[in-house]
Each structure stands twice: as C-alpha cells, then as structure tokens.
C-alpha cells in the first residue's frame, strides 16, 4: 500500500469491486503531471502549443506534451485558452448528451471560482444562452470575474452570493451546475500538500456542505431543468451517496450518459436509487479524480411573480455602441455608475430580477467610463468578443506584448501604425488591451491588478 495516500481512503476503494489499488497507488507515486488548456473558439480556433493531442470527451480540450510558462504567453491574458484539469472537461460532453449544446438556456454555475467550468459552460452552451456565474467567497469572485471578462463573452452574470440567496429565483434555472467544494482526493496527484488534510471527519464535513447547498439551491431549478453535480474527491460520501440523498430528499430522476469504451471512464451505481455516476481515476484516464451525476427534476416547481418590471429611462448614450461594438442589435447598453455595459437585449428583463435579489458583480461586459462627451473604453472592452473589429490596433511582437502586460512603459517606435488616441495590442491577432498613443509617448492602460509580476 502506498506510504503517503491516506489508508482511510485506499482501503475504502479497495473494498469496491474491481478496483486496481496496486496501479491507483502507482500513478499517485510516479506523480505524472497532465497538463491540458481548452480553447476559446471566439478567439483561438486552433491549438497554439505544438504537439496538441485531443482530449477525448471535450473537442476543444487539448493535453500538452509540456508545461508551458503560461504567465508569459501572452494568448493565455487574452483569454485565448484556459488551464483546465482534462477530466473536468467532460461538462462538454455531457452538455452535448442532455441536448442543451448551443441552445438557448438559462444556466446557473453556483460555486463558479476560478470560472473552469463557467467557461465551458458560456462556450458550449452558446451565444443565446445566459450564464449566472456565482462564487460565495469574496476574493475569489474578483478572480472569477477577471476569468469571465477575459473569455469575452457579453451573455454572462457575476454575482457573489451565498447558495440561498437562488431561492428567491424560484423556477427559473434550466440547468444548474454545482461543482461541490469537497475534501479533494481527486488532486492528490496535484496537490500533495492537501493528503495531510485528509480526514474522514472532514469527508462528513464536505458532505454535510454538499447537502446543505444542494437544499438551499435546487429550488431554482424549473421543472425538467438538469442538475450537474461533481467533485474532486473519491468518497462515495460526497458522490453516490449525495446523489442517492437528492433522490430521497427532492424528486429528480437520474441521467445516464453514453461513454466510449476506450475513455475508461466509470459508470457508478448509487446503492439505494442506483443512479448514475461518472468517476475519473488518474490510472484510469489521462487527467485527476473526479466524479459527475445528472439529474432532471421532476417535480412542479412553482415559479416567482414575473410580472413585468417598469424599466429604468436608460440613460446610456446609445450611439456609442455603432462607434466600438459589433452586433448592436443584440445588446443593450445600461449605466452603472459611470461605466456603460453591454448586456443580451433578450435576457434584460432577467437582469432586473436578478438586481432585485442577487449581489451583482458584474453584468454583461463593462465598455468603458463615459465622461459625458466620451467613452474612455475599459480593459473588458478589449477583450471582448464583441468589440468592433476595425478600431485602431498594433499587432506587437512577443517582447513588446510581454512588456505591455507588465506594464512597462513602451516605445513610440512600437507603434508606427497609429499616430494618435486609443490603440489596441494584438499578439499573434488577438486583443491584449489598450494604450494612448501620444505625440511623444505611449501611455500604457493595461490594468495594473492583472498585470504580470515577478516573471
Ligand atoms: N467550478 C470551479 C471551476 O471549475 O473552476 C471550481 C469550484 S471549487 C471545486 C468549489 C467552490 O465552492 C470554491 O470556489 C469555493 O470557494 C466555493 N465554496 C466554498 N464553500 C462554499 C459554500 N458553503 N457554498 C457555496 N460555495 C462554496
């Protein structure tokens, strides 16, 4: 038996049938490290590491042969990609299984930091879609909003708010995603430092957690609407068992989802309703522990009182979407103090339910401050995939770009495509921010809270 896993948890996955404990402990030993990104096909539709190999349940997920210094890639600031764990990435599957991919529905991602499956979730679930991406810790929604803001998309809600508060939103998620925090046995590989927190009184902890976020959220849910569950741990306790205790609890009805053979992914059955499990052992499959159910409610859910709410005059200049966006059609745009957004024109009636109830972090994409003569346009702008294509722009070689996300300062020389005012940094096409280019300077408007440090 492996001398540093925990033997609580060894011998407790040992006792299931079949279960390979000499390899479990081995690729624990071995330590492999599997490194994967998962593309942003509004910006990067091809693989910009050599040696890309698919991963086999995601179609835009790819494992590197190495692991790159992503800090000095300056694709990865531009949301181009993200650095997610393979086996998590079967959230794209199972979008595609429950025929929700690329159709339009109203997605709840309830603890959403760092946004790994909130991208997913915005990408596959597409452009008609709204996503409310939650996360309860307060530091940790500023990471999950720089994350969303980067993936460019406008169809999308930060809130941070505790689990509870989504029951004053009765009926209205068509899907809702709930990525439990867990005890973290799946990233033991990872992580080695979490083994010491291992603990069977902590497994009952997260359990207990799990439970009680499920309880105070699954209201929101309408009926017919699937629930995704996971985690990174291997104890039934935080898996089948949970699932088995939504069933018992709630009237939900358990979702198989096709596998290939040679993904070697687990089908697990709960012991008392005998629902369907999805577990991912790293001897098993090219990424860490994880484990997925799916489940559709089926009890009538009553809904909230959507009576028609008397929208605000906005008082958004509107001709300043034609000056620096694309698909005006589609957006509205709203002040929020003095920084204008961008937000789906047909979820706007939503966003006031949601200010009625929810903590906003951010809604849509924040262009930029106006002044009152003039639109000072914002970081998010620049990343957006709706920014207008034809604005002003220096493509930068790959020193200048890193210099402009450390936020040094830039030579003029760099800048010989525009003589004057605001200008954009692409690298290799793509937007990296802003700069004012000025009769004898450049001023660099790269944010500092994001910029690189140390490297
Ligand atoms: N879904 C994320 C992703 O793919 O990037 C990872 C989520 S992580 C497994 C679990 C999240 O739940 C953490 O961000 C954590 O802050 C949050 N969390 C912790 N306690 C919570 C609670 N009581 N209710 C809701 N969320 C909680």
Redesign the pocket.
């Known amino acids: 038996m492996s001398n540093f896993l925990p033997n609580e948890l060894v011998k407790r996955l040992n006792e299931q049938d079949g279960f390979d404990t000499e390899a479990f402990n081995r690729v624990h030993e071995q330590g492999d490290k599997i490194t994967a990104i998962r593309l942003n096909l509004w910006k990067q539709p091809t693989v910009p590491f050599e040696d890309g190999k698919p991963v086999p349940w995601c179609d835009t997920g790819y494992y590197l042969t190495e692991r790159p210094v992503f800090t000095l890639d300056p694709l990865y600031h531009a949301g181009c990609y993200y650095v997610?764990e393979a086996s998590?990435m079967f959230i794209a599957h199972i979008l595609a299984e429950i025929g929700l991919k690329n159709t339009a529905s109203r997605a709840l991602?309830?603890?959403?930091?760092?946004?790994?499956?909130?991208t997913l979730l915005t990408s596959y679930l597409g452009s008609e879609s709204l996503l409310v991406s939650n996360?309860?810790?307060k530091s940790?929604a500023n990471i999950l909003t720089d994350n969303m803001s980067r993936w460019g998309a406008s169809n999308i809600v930060v809130t941070n708010n505790?689990?509870s508060a989504f029951s004053r939103l009765p009926g209205y998620f068509d899907v809702l995603?709930v990525?439990?925090?867990?005890s973290g046995s799946g990233m033991f590989r990872k992580d080695r430092d979490a083994i010491d927190e291992w603990s069977l009184a902590n497994v009952k902890l997260c359990s207990d957690?799990q439970k009680?976020?499920l309880a105070e959220s699954l209201e929101t849910l309408v009926t017919d609407g699937y629930l995704i569950y996971s985690?990174?741990s291997y104890s039934r306790e935080e898996n089948e068992d949970i699932v088995d205790w939504i069933q018992t609890e709630f009237t939900f009805e358990s979702v198989p989802i096709t596998l290939e053979s040679d993904w070697n992914i687990e089908e697990t059955k709960s012991s008392k309703h005998n629902a369907f499990g999805y577990r991912f052992y790293p001897h098993k499959v090219k990424g860490e522990g994880f484990f997925v159910a799916v489940l559709q409610k089926k009890a009538k859910q009553s809904t909230f009182n959507r009576k028609k709410i008397k929208i605000e005059k906005n008082s958004a200049p509107s001709n300043i979407l034609a000056d620096w966006t694309e698909q005006q059609a589609a957006h509205i745009p709203f002040m929020h103090g003095d920084n204008i957004h961008i937000f789906p024109k047909k979820y706007e009636e939503d966003l006031r339910w949601f200010q009625q109830v929810l903590y906003i972090k951010q809604a849509g994409t924040n262009i930029g401050k106006w002044t009152g003569r003039e639109l000072l346009p914002s970081h998010d702008l620049a990343c957006s995939i709706h920014i207008k294509t034809d604005l002003p722009a220096q493509d930068v070689t790959r020193d200048v770009a890193l210099q402009f996300l450390r936020k040094e300062s830039l030579a003029i020389e760099d800048f010989p495509a525009v003589n004057a005012g605001w200008c954009l940094v692409r690298y290799k096409g793509t937007n990296l921010g802003w700069v004012k280019v000025l009769p004898n300077r450049i001023n660099n408007y790269y944010p500092k809270e994001v910029r690189i440090m140390n490297l």
């Open positions: 997610q998590s991602d309830l603890c959403a930091a760092p946004g790994g499956k909130s996360e309860v810790i940790r505790d689990p995603m990525d439990a925090p867990c957690r009680r976020i985690t990174c």
